[in-house]
């Protein structure tokens, strides 16, 4: 089957109408994500990401469905107060990005109209712009403060914090010149926005901080086949984060080979090192090794972590003075922004 955007946009719009029409308490819904550019696919792969706002909360806040080995629905259900007061999404970064330009699929009572409005209005002022980047930057920090407890446990758990606050951090970059950077791209769009705001540095220390520095692109793929086993048993354990689904494993396989066959292999390594994480936490710590010794050579695992700490420490610092100095040059002062 050849896979087009049209294609998937009439499957997200074929499927939202079959999911409202037997749903009662769907009050809008919307498309947004990947699909929204004209170039959706990433190794042949993507997923369709939809939103249900509901008027009840829901009983499950996201599901993934497979609908090919290639596409599947990332379904993300919402309560309708989550979006209340609208006024407040204007320095959300991520529902305020999600509902500025979605494409919309079903709506019953002006619900998105009436939100959307409120939120545009002012949503690019700086004001609005430098809260967002703040939120994710205090994100990042908190994960990093957390760590401190822990910081000789370079556990599954640990060094998915340790993740997820990098990621915060990329995005509080990213806020400043556009929409928030996806796992499967991070390390190919950071160094667009990373030099979009004169700052190339950032992205260099970013991979730096995942170990990137440290390997070659052949380390990637010696992983492959550890990474697929991990994701493997994984997704067919208890409890298991949702990213790890049997439906999204040829999305990130798929994403991960094109892009070690590209011109920056090296951008591999979050996607593949996030999932091998997520699947490892998931596994006894008696059939991890395999992931405990790439950790090793990335310098993030055992006596390593507590230094990669560290550096992170100093990369949210720069970070910090950067949005400073963007702040008192628009003439505000930093406790009207944080």
């Known amino acids: 089957m050849r896979i087009t955007r049209d294609l998937l946009l009439r499957l997200a719009k074929e499927n939202t109408e079959e999911r409202a029409f037997n749903t009662e308490s769907i009050i809008a819904a919307y498309l947004s994500g990947s699909l929204l550019n004209e170039e959706p696919l990433l190794g042949g792969t993507t997923d369709i990401d939809l939103v249900f706002i509901h008027n009840t909360p829901p009983a499950l806040p996201r599901e993934i469905k497979a609908l090919s080995p290639d596409i599947h629905l990332d379904i993300h259900h919402r309560y309708e107060k989550d979006y209340d007061p609208p006024r407040a999404l204007r320095s959300d970064p991520w529902l305020g990005n999600e509902l500025y330009a979605p494409i919309l699929l079903y709506e019953t009572k002006h619900f998105f109209e009436f939100h959307q409005a409120s939120l545009r209005a002012g949503f690019d002022e700086p004001k609005n712009l430098l809260k967002r980047a703040y939120k994710l ?3 990042a920090r908190k994960n990093w403060m957390d760590l401190q407890f822990n910081a000789a446990d370079a556990t599954p758990a640990s060094i998915l914090d340790y ?20 796992e499967r791209r991070i ?9 979009a705001i004169e700052r190339p540095e950032f992205a260099r220390g970013f991979l730096g901080l995942l170990g990137g520095t440290e390997i070659t692109s052949a380390s ?3 992983w492959l086949p550890a990474w697929e086993n991990f994701y493997t048993f994984a997704s067919e354990a208890m409890g298991t984060d949702i990213r790890i ?16 066959e590209g ?9 593949l090192l996030l999932t091998w994480t997520l699947s490892a936490k998931s596994l006894p710590e008696n059939q991890i090794s395999a992931w405990e010794d790439a950790c090793m050579l990335l310098k993030i695992g055992g006596e390593h972590f507590e230094s990669r700490l560290e550096g992170l ?12 100095e963007k702040v008192l040059s628009q003439g505000f002062e930093v406790a009207e922004i944080v």
């Open 163 to 182: 993740l997820e606050a990098l990621h915060s951090a990329a995005n509080a970059i990213a806020e400043l010149k556009g929409n928030p950077l996806s």
């Open 313 to 324: 420490d100093q990369y949210l610092d720069n970070i910090e003075e950067m949005l400073e």
């Open 187 to 195: 390390l190919l769009d950071l160094p667009i926005y990373a030099e």
């Open 137 to 139: 930057l205090n994100h």
């Open 220 to 222: 990637l793929s010696e």
């Open 263 to 271: 011109e920056n292999p090296l951008a591999a390594l979050y996607p």
């Open 245 to 260: 689904h049997n439906a999204r494993q040829a999305y990130y396989k798929s994403a991960i080979a094109t892009i070690l």
